[in-house]
C-alpha cells in the first residue's frame, strides 16, 4: 500500500512518516513541495495521502480540488492533517474532497488507527473492483477464445447500428464458420477442436483493424462487425482474413492441422434492415459459401439477395 | 530514526527563526510562518513554544514588530530542544 505525506514542514512530514511506516506493507512516500506531490500522485496510484493544510503555492485545498478532479471515482483517501483547528477549514476540507481530518499537534495512536482504517476500506475497495472487473468479463466474454460471447457481441453491433444510422456511414456485417469442424473434432477429438478455435480467434483478431468487433456466435461460427466499411471493402477484409487462416496450421499435440473457413458479408440498409436480418442474411451467405465448395468469401450487396461476385479461394 | 528526526526538527526550527527574524514580512507572512512553526512545535510536544508561536500568530503583527516575542519563542524552542535531546541521550 503506497502512502504518499505532503507537509512542507520537513520535520512534520518526516514524522508522519516515522509513525506511518510501522504499518504493514505500507511504503511511503514523502513531499515537501506540494506540486511535486500532486504530479506524482497524478501518474503513481497512491492509495492514501495524508496532506498538511496550509502550504505556499498550493495548499491543501487547493491540492484536493485539483486531485478529485482527475481521481473521478474520489476513491483515493485523503486525510488532512491541520493546525487550523476551526469548523469553516474542516468544512472546506470536506466538500474538497478530503476523506478524513486530523488536528496537530496529532495523536499518533489516532493517526495509526484512522491510516489503517482507511487502507482496509482501500483494500476492500480494490478487491470490489477487480470483482466486478472480473465479472464484466465473464459475462461479455467467449473465455475460450477471448473474443465477445453472443450477448456482448449483439450489444456492440447494436451500438455500431445506431451509429450508423446518426452518421450515414457504412456498416458490414460477416459470419464466418471453420470448415467442417465436426470432422476435426470427431477424428482429434475436442482438445484439437478447441485448438482450432483458438487459433481462429487469434488470427482474426491480428488480421481484422482495429475497430472491428469479433465475437463467437456458438459453437464454430464467429461474428465480425465492421464499422464504417462498404461490402466491397468488407469482403476484402474477409478475403484477407480466409487467405491468411488457410495459409496457417494448427500445431495440436505433434499434429499439424489445416483448417479453412467460409464467410458471409452483408452491409447494413438503414432503410430496411435490423440487426436480426442483417445477421440472418450474412448467414444465409455463409451456407451459400458452404455449399459452392467453403473456403471463400460470398457477399451480397443490401438486400436484394441477389449474388455479388464470389471471391474463390 | 530518533536522531535524524532531531536533526530535521532541529534545521526547520532554524529556517522558521530566521523567517519571524526576517523583519520585511507582512502580517500574513508573519502570522503564516508563526503558525507552521506552532504546528510543527505541537506534534513534536514542544508545547510552551508552541504556545508562543501560536500568541504571534494571533497578534497578526508585521515581522518588525514582533522580536520580543521571537526573542522568547527562540529561548524556549532552545530549552525544549535541549530537553529533547538529553532524552534521546538517556
Redesign the interface.
Known amino acids: 500500500m503506497k502512502i504518499v505525506i505532503i507537509d512542507d514542514n520537513a520535520a512534520n512530514a518526516m514524522l508522519v512518516e516515522t509513525w506511518v511506516q510501522q504499518i504493514d506493507n505500507a511504503v511511503t512516500v514523502s513531499f515537501n513541495d506540494s506540486a511535486e506531490g500532486l504530479a506524482w500522485c497524478e501518474a503513481n496510484d497512491p492509495d492514501l495521502i495524508l496532506l498538511d493544510q496550509m502550504m505556499p503555492k498550493l495548499n491543501g485545498i487547493e491540492f484536493l480540488k485539483k486531485f478529485r478532479a482527475l481521481d473521478t471515482e474520489s476513491t483515493i483517501p485523503i486525510v488532512m492533517i491541520t493546525a487550523n483547528a476551526d469548523r469553516q477549514t474542516l468544512y472546506k476540507a470536506l466538500e474538497a474532497g478530503a476523506t478524513d481530518f486530523l488536528s496537530k499537534p496529532f495523536d499518533p495512536t489516532e493517526l495509526l488507527a484512522r491510516t489503517r482504517n482507511l487502507l482496509r476500506l482501500r483494500e476492500n475497495h480494490l478487491e470490489l473492483k477487480d470483482t466486478i472487473g472480473r465479472l464484466h468479463y465473464l459475462a461479455t466474454t467467449d473465455t475460450l477464445t477471448e473474443t465477445s460471447n453472443r450477448a456482448h457481441f449483439f450489444d456492440r453491433l447494436t451500438e455500431e447500428i445506431d451509429r450508423t444510422r446518426r452518421t450515414g456511414k457504412p456498416l458490414s456485417l460477416a459470419v464466418m464458420d471453420a470448415d467442417r469442424f465436426k470432422l476435426i473434432n470427431d477424428t482429434f477429438g475436442h482438445g484439437a477442436g478447441d485448438a482450432v478455435l483458438k487459433s481462429l480467434a487469434d488470427t482474426t483478431k491480428d488480421v481484422l483493424r482495429n475497430h472491428d468487433i469479433i465475437g463467437r456466435l456458438g459453437g464454430e461460427e464467429f461474428a465480425i462487425c465492421m464499422p464504417e466499411t462498404t461490402l466491397e471493402e468488407g469482403i476484402h477484409v474477409c478475403d484477407r482474413l480466409r487467405s491468411t487462416i488457410a495459409e496457417n496450421r494448427v500445431e495440436m499435440e505433434g499434429r499439424t492441422l489445416k483448417v479453412t473457413v467460409s464467410i458471409g458479408v452483408s452491409q447494413f440498409d438503414p432503410d430496411s434492415d435490423t440487426a436480426d436480418s442483417l445477421l440472418n442474411r450474412a448467414d444465409f451467405l455463409l451456407y451459400r459459401a458452404k455449399d459452392s465448395g467453403r473456403n471463400r468469401v460470398v457477399g451480397v450487396n443490401d438486400n436484394k439477395m441477389s449474388e455479388f461476385p464470389i471471391v474463390a479461394s | 530514526?530518533a536522531k535524524?528526526?532531531f536533526d530535521?526538527?532541529s534545521?526547520?526550527c532554524d529556517r522558521l527563526i530566521n523567517v519571524l527574524n526576517d523583519q520585511s514580512l507582512d502580517a500574513r507572512d508573519t502570522a503564516?510562518a508563526a503558525?507552521?512553526f506552532?504546528?510543527?512545535l505541537?506534534?513534536?510536544?514542544l508545547v510552551q513554544a508552541?504556545k508562543i508561536a501560536t500568541e504571534i500568530e494571533n497578534s497578526q503583527k508585521p515581522s518588525n514588530a514582533i522580536a520580543e516575542n521571537v526573542d522568547r519563542l527562540e529561548k524556549s524552542v532552545s530549552q525544549g530542544m535541549r530537553q529533547v535531546e538529553e532524552i534521546l541521550r538517556n
Do not use: T, Y
Open positions: 530514526m535524524q528526526l530535521k526538527l534545521r526547520e503564516d503558525h507552521e506552532k504546528g510543527m505541537s506534534n513534536f510536544g508552541s
